[in-house]
């Protein structure tokens, strides 16, 4: 069963920046595509970053220019560094599976972390 832990979400001013973190277990870690989503209050959950096992990106055009994702296939870590972040940024953040090209939700069944709560104030 694939497990998720999120880690690294805070409080931090508009304009500033924060990198969040994500432990991958149970699964393949290295040939997997994956990516990072959000939550706000009241809204849907979306994705809004994907990386390849061999490092290609993609982004929803709200996050690009600002958010990195990123991966330590030694360490089974995917990483979100958002930069310049802006209130409506305010999220619970979580990893989970993906697929690219284009970028779009693949979530393994319904496995889920906890999530991380980032949230930005003005």
């Known amino acids: 069963q694939v497990q998720l832990v999120e880690s690294g979400g805070g409080l931090v001013q508009a304009g500033g920046s924060l990198t969040v973190s994500c432990v991958v277990s149970g699964t393949a870690f290295t040939f997997q595509t994956l990516g990072w989503y959000r939550q706000s209050p009241g809204k849907d959950r979306e994705i809004v970053a994907g990386?390849?096992?061999?490092?290609?990106?993609d982004y929803v055009d709200s996050v690009k220019g600002r958010f990195t994702i990123s991966r330590d296939n030694s360490k089974k870590m995917l990483y979100l560094q958002m930069n310049n972040v802006q209130p409506e940024d305010t999220a619970v953040y979580y990893c989970?599976?993906?697929?690219?090209?284009?970028?779009?939700?693949?979530?393994?069944?319904?496995?889920w972390g906890q999530g991380t709560q980032v949230t930005v104030s003005s």
């Open positions: 990386i390849s096992g061999g490092g290609t990106t």
């Open positions: 989970n599976g993906a697929t690219l090209r284009p970028l779009r939700s693949a979530p393994y069944g319904a496995s």
